[in-house]
């Protein structure tokens, strides 16, 4: 069974940074994409990154060149990162990673319906 443990939430004030870890398990193959994707209080789950198996990345606009995602890879094993930089109380919500093993078209890559294994979230509050 596939499993997804996210950590590096936190509280922070506007301008500072956070990094995001998750580790994906439980399969014996890799996964085709992993994404970041974001929930806040009232609004829809929105994608934030994603990166490919071949290392090919898409970003929200909202996080382009603030946000970086990256992954390791190992036999038994992925971990998923998202580096945050000058964070915006804006960029508040319930961080969650996904994964996919299936092929996704660039522009389904930040979708959250085109992922099928989800973390149990990660809170990170951006203060003013």
């Known amino acids: 069974q596939v499993q997804l443990v996210e950590s590096g939430g936190g509280s922070v004030q506007a301008g500072g940074s956070l990094r995001l870890s998750c580790v994906v398990s439980?399969?014996?193959?890799?996964?085709?994409?992993m994404g970041w994707f974001r929930q806040a209080p009232g609004k829809e789950r929105e994608g934030v990154a994603a990166i490919g198996s071949d290392d090919s990345w898409r970003y929200a606009d909202s996080v382009k060149g603030r946000f970086t995602i990256s992954q390791d890879k190992d036999d038994t094993k992925n971990t998923l990162y998202l580096q945050m930089t000058n964070l915006k109380p804006e960029d508040t919500g319930m961080y969650f990673c996904?994964?996919?093993?299936?092929?996704?078209?660039?522009?389904?890559?930040?979708?959250?319906?085109?992922?099928?294994?989800w973390g149990q979230g990660t809170q990170v509050t951006v203060s003013s």
């Open positions: 439980g399969y014996g193959y890799s996964t085709h994409y």
């Open positions: 996904a994964a996919t093993f299936q092929y996704l078209f660039a522009p389904s890559r930040l979708l959250p319906t085109a992922y099928h294994h």
